[in-house]
């Protein structure tokens, strides 16, 4: 657009990084592999890939959901006001050596997340380029952060599956 003017913003976004036990990750990984690459890899995620709302189609997922969402409550309290939290989307992947994710963001959503429900020794981080961050995942961890960073998976470097549970946060 002519005379537009473009601006990058360098701000503090919210992100948390919990470790969380109370979750059967046997089971979720059984239900995930049951599911192979339901995206055909057309998606950011170069990997096996489950349907958008597995949360739905699965109990022990919309469990994990709904405690994403009442830790990212926790986190907006700090802001001085409640708002009403939905899930989005949520889904599985499942990565082995060569796999990876592409540079991307969830906007609108306000939140997005990442549950480890099998990450091997040397799995691929998950990292946040613009804010220099990469965690590397250890079974069980969960990091909640903002939609507006922008992320990415490098490619896998184990034949050991990489397998995680994913989602988007919305306000109703």
Not at 98 to 111: F, K, N, Q, V
């Amino acid at each position: 657009m002519a005379g537009a003017r473009y601006y990058k913003f360098n701000m503090e976004l919210p992100m948390l990084w919990v470790n969380l036990k109370e979750f059967d990750n046997d089971r979720l990984a059984e239900i995930i592999l049951s599911k192979g690459d339901e995206q055909d890899r057309k998606t950011n995620v170069k990997a096996n890939m489950t349907k958008w709302r597995l949360d739905l189609e699965h109990k022990e997922v919309g469990n994990l959901a709904d405690e994403t969402i009442k830790l990212a409550k926790d986190i907006r309290k700090t802001f001085g006001r409640e708002y009403e939290y939905v899930t989005r989307s949520c889904w599985g992947a499942v990565y082995t050596k060569g796999d990876w994710t592409d540079l991307h963001a969830h906007w609108p959503c306000i939140y997005s997340w990442c549950y480890y429900v099998k990450a091997p020794k040397g799995s691929s981080p998950l990292v946040f380029p613009d804010a220099n961050i990469e965690f590397t995942p250890t079974e069980g961890d969960l990091i909640i952060f903002s939609s507006l960073a922008n992320h990415k998976v490098p490619p896998c470097d184990i034949e050991e599956k990489r397998i995680m549970i994913a989602g988007n946060i919305s306000i109703l």
